[in-house]
């Protein structure tokens, strides 16, 4: 056999394995969207139909998303709330353990689930 023959094969071979390569790799990752997708919608339903009032603030205490219940209980529209510090819709009894709470918040991130009842002042 010729050496560019040879070449050839060998050329022919490799692109065969970078191409099942690629293959397998583009199914794990469309393998991974389908399931990120999927814990995204099953989240989003889950603070978009909540009974509760769920929102979520960033780490300064902003508001980033309010569901509809939340925005029932505050008199606030959503559009309202984002951007806006938890404290504005705290009455002054609250004011001042709220600061507290909200460090014990974000020191127990990785810890379990915390709740806590406030009143709003609108």
């Not at 995204?40 to 309010?66: H, Q």
């Amino acid at each position: 056999m010729s050496s560019l023959l040879v070449a050839a094969i060998a050329a022919i071979a490799t692109f065969a394995v970078v191409a099942a390569f690629a293959a397998v790799l583009r199914r794990r990752f469309e393998s991974r969207e389908v399931a990120r997708q999927d814990t995204e919608d099953r989240y989003g339903a889950l603070f978009a139909y909540n009974p509760d009032a769920v929102f979520e603030l960033d780490l300064m205490g902003n508001f980033v998303s309010a569901n509809t219940v939340a925005e029932e209980v505050s008199g606030y529209e959503a559009s309202e709330l984002i951007g806006s510090h938890f404290g504005a819709l705290l009455p002054p009894g609250e004011l001042e353990i709220a600061p507290e709470r909200f460090v014990e918040l974000l020191e127990g991130l990785e810890g379990s689930p915390r709740t806590y009842l406030v009143s709003y002042a609108r």
